[in-house]
């Protein structure tokens, strides 16, 4: 089994893939890994994201069902697509490690999915803005998917409050350590986080609206080209993504998360 890189900031295919084989020092390496496994069951996906470790179920996507839980079903028939660049789920105390998805049905054309290094972009930043990060805290929110859907008529003003109410969120540092490498990464990104605590709310904005062009830059992102049967694995601490919803017909995507652990 070897890994072929796809870009120099992340992303590697594996060629000549072995089930038993411990794919977590190339996922850690490559931050993210493309398998081409067409005839993949949910037990098998199940299985693969085990070997990583605990996997869950995710906190709003619907699953496949009794004894598929850890399953989750993205399907853009129900409005399933996650358009906008995120970390799964940052607004959990530990967010999964690491997320496996695995495409059952594409559309003809159109919905790639873009990852950036959220590792490759701390790296280039100023030795100065570096140090101005150093020990800032960000709050991370799941309220903010549902106010998204709220300003283009996608929901209820009740429903972003009892959103809201939910209380989902949680505090990150803005530069986070990645557990298994030492390497410092950003842990930021326009869907989850509000606001930085402790600095004033214009100041905290305008360094959020900076990290997250900053980090979309096209030297630390990838785009992948979906097709049936592709098999997608990332590592969520130093990875983000998005969706391109620029497609027409069904994409069915089924995903599994590996549980995050206390950093």
Request: hydrophobic share 40%; proline share 7%; net charge negative.
């Amino acid at each position: 089994m070897e890994y072929r890189p796809l870009s120099p900031a992340l992303g590697a295919e594996v060629i000549g893939f072995d089930p038993t084989a411990d794919l977590l020092e190339g996922l850690v390496r490559h931050k993210m890994l493309l398998l081409r496994l067409p005839d993949l069951t949910p037990d098998e996906h199940m299985a693969l994201g085990r070997r990583l470790g605990e996997i869950e179920i995710h906190a709003f996507f619907p699953n496949l069902g009794p004894g598929y839980e850890q399953v989750s079903v993205l399907d853009s028939d129900e409005g399933t697509v996650a358009s906008t660049w995120h970390t799964d789920e940052s607004f959990l105390p530990h967010p999964p490690m690491g997320t496996l998805t695995w495409a059952k049905i594409v559309p003809p054309y159109g919905g790639d999915t873009l990852f950036a290094s959220t590792t490759a972009a701390y790296e280039a930043l100023s030795p100065r803005m570096k140090e101005y990060l150093d020990g800032l805290v960000a709050v991370h929110d799941l309220s903010r998917t549902t106010e998204l859907r709220l300003r283009f008529g996608g929901t209820t003003p009740q429903a972003y409050g009892a959103a809201l109410a939910e209380g989902r969120r949680f505090e990150h540092p803005v530069v986070r350590v990645h557990p298994d490498t030492g390497e410092k990464g950003l842990f930021v990104d326009p869907t989850y986080t509000r606001h930085i605590v402790g600095l004033p709310p214009d100041e905290a904005d305008a360094v959020l609206a900076f990290l997250h062009a900053h980090m979309l830059k096209e030297q630390f992102t990838w785009r992948h080209q979906w097709q049936a049967g592709d098999m997608l694995m990332w590592d969520n601490r130093s990875t983000m993504h998005r969706v391109l919803n620029d497609f027409t017909g069904r994409r069915l995507m089924y995903r599994v998360s590996v549980v995050g652990r206390a950093e």
